[in-house]
């Protein structure tokens, strides 16, 4: 059964409610690199290529991978804050591509964006309420009364009291700063919310304070989230099914409990185990896989995008003359590998020891 | 059984008794003054860091880690003061010394990596200029050559592929990674024997982060390199450290080897601390235990200790909200060296080594 997620989502029988958000095929491109002072072209990085996912209402949906993998450039294209080289989103059952400006202003409303940088994303000379009440003053909601009441109700929600309101960003701490940025996207009530990043720059109790509210605004709100973060341990704690990104394309998809527990892709394999662990004990124990070079932006020609890297793949033709496709290798566990589960490279002797 | 708690610490680096400092930091204060009134930024802080040792300081944002890496290297800028204390370094006082005599100091016998290596490197300079500069800067006798040649060598000690060819890059066509090992590099241009990291790794991700870090342990071992790691991220420091310093106000409240530390928290704020890290077995039971309330203000440092408005344990102990808490050593644990500052530290220790005893 070839049941990927993009036939997933365009229904494939079952009675599943319509997904809210549908990423099909999306391809953004990048000239980069080029120079008029030494006369080179630049050359084209395809930093998201070929990309899809569906999430449900009410889900939190990760991105993971590396830095430059395409992340946040998927985010910008969802909110199309950048126009996709190729693929469609379809928001809510509507395909946004071909809206026109205002219609995407008006459906821009139910999608917000948190960005990872909770100091460079607020204006240091508006106090905290015109920052939060902005939204509502661009897209012309609401007179003077009720927005006021309403920005005073988002920022109870994120805890921020009305004291507080009349202070500038610079009086705030992280923690509290990033609570700001987020009653600014919530106030528009939006449906979905893009979290790219957003307790990265936070101590853990205030990370753990910030994601405890996110939890609970979603249950309250019935939000849906695409959340983009480094921290594996953050992205096990908070999303229900992830994608890992490499090179701009989606290695492995699949539900948090498969992802971390049971990973087909050696890329993902290779991630979790260069996370730290907070125990001494255990870390002592453990060895760390350290992947050997880094993401380059070339892509390899032909063959799998992973293979420069991968410890598995390296000394196997196949890998190297034809790209494996992301299929479905059991239900709802998609991988893009020849040799999907073979991680036998990755047990760490403090598990077979236990056993 | 006892014993166990006690072998943890030790060979773990916590020997006050030894004199071996490369660095030793006794009572350093700092304040940033302002109309509004003076942040008692950094109340007192003392550290001993050994040759070869790996140190980390945790706590809270804002608690004065940044604030004490600055005020060691004296790169604290107005409207931030050092106000006391003594930096000895290699034997002698650092803090006395004035600016021209710290620039000898600096970068040759101490250095820092900050967090940002996009803005601490010069955009309109290459790696290989960046890098020479300090070399020069501490081995004029290399001459242009020579200079260029340690470049490279660096470069390639930091793993820079294709190290020879390079060099000449601009900061923005090496990637994130990458800089921060340039940033790396630099730091240790003129082998210094103390290197302080003020999250070196946080905008990394978890690749590279364990790239830097296997990088850090390298230059521990091989050129027995005294680190001082400024993180967030206590898996770093579970994988990283010899001991652990967690600062809280202004103030190191706990101070202990990594394995004592997690396994132990004596101080009511470490536990909170680790409590809060995500875990996988947290999943199925809710929200993540935070520390409610924020800390104090460090312009107006009120009587008690500075958790008791947070502290599960003090709360309604009048001792917690009338007294400061004074340093106590968290006897039982380790070789000794274990400090903890709260009231109840005694307490504290004892109940884990009955527990301990009790379930052996
Ligand atoms: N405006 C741009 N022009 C040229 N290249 C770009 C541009 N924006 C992004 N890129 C490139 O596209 C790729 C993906 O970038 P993106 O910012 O989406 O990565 P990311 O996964 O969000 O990384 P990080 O974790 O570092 O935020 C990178 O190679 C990046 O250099
Ligand atoms: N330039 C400044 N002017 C006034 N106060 C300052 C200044 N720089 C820092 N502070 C204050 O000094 C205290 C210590 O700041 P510091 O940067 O050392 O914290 P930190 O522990 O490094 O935090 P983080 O984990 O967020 O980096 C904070 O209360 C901060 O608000
Ligand atoms: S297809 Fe081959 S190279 Fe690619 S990840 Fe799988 S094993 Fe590695
Ligand atoms: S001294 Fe009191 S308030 Fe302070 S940490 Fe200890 S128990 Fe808590
Ligand atoms: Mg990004
Ligand atoms: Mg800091």
Redesign the interface.
Known sequence: MSSTESTQAAGNGHDEPAPLLRVEGLKKDFISGGSRMLGRAGNVVHAVDDVSFSVARGETFGLV????CGKSTVARCILRLLEPTAGRIVFDGVDIGPLAADEMRRLRRRMQIVFQDPFGSLNPRMNVEAIVKEPLVIHRIGEQHERSNRVIETLELVGVTEQQARRKPHEF???QRQRIALARALILQPDLVILDEPV??????????V??LL??LQERLNLTYVFIV?????A???CDRLAVLYLGAVMELTD?ERL?RAPLHPYTG??LS??????????RERE?V??A???SDELATGGCRFKARCPIGRDRDICGEEEPALIAHESGHLAACHFPGELHWLVEPSASEES | MSTSVAEHGQGAGLSPEHGGHVLRVAGLQSEFRSRRGTVKAVRAVSLELEPGQRVGIV????SGKSAFALSVLGLLEPPGYVVGGEVILNGRNIAELDDRQMQTVRGKEISIVFQDPMSALNPVKTIGQQITETIRKHQPQLGKKGARAAAIELLRDVEV?AAGRRIDDYPHQY????RQRVMIAIALANQPNVLIADEPT??????????V??LLDRLVTERGTAVILIT?????????CDVVYVMYAGRVVERAA??DL??HPVHPYTE???R?????D??AQG?????PG?PPNLAEVAPGCSFESRCPLGRGHKLCRTEVPVSTAAIGFGSGGATAECHFAKERVAEYLDGDATTA
């Open positions: 991978g590396e830095s430059g701490s992280g923690g990265s720059a936070l101590d853990v109790s205030i990370q753990a304070q994601l405890n939890r609970e480094h921290d594996l341990a953050v096990e704690y908070f948090r971390f290779a991630l260069a996370v730290p662990v907070p125990d001494p004990a255990v870390e760390h350290v992947l070079g880094e993401v | 706590g809270e944002s804002g592929p990637s994130g990674g990458m946080t905008a990394l991700d978890v690749t590279t982060q364990a790239q870090l296997t967030h991220n206590l898996g770093i420091v579970a994988q990283f990594t394995a997690f396994a909170a601390l680790l809060a890290v995500p875990r996988p947290q999943l929200p993540l235990p935070s520390i924020a």
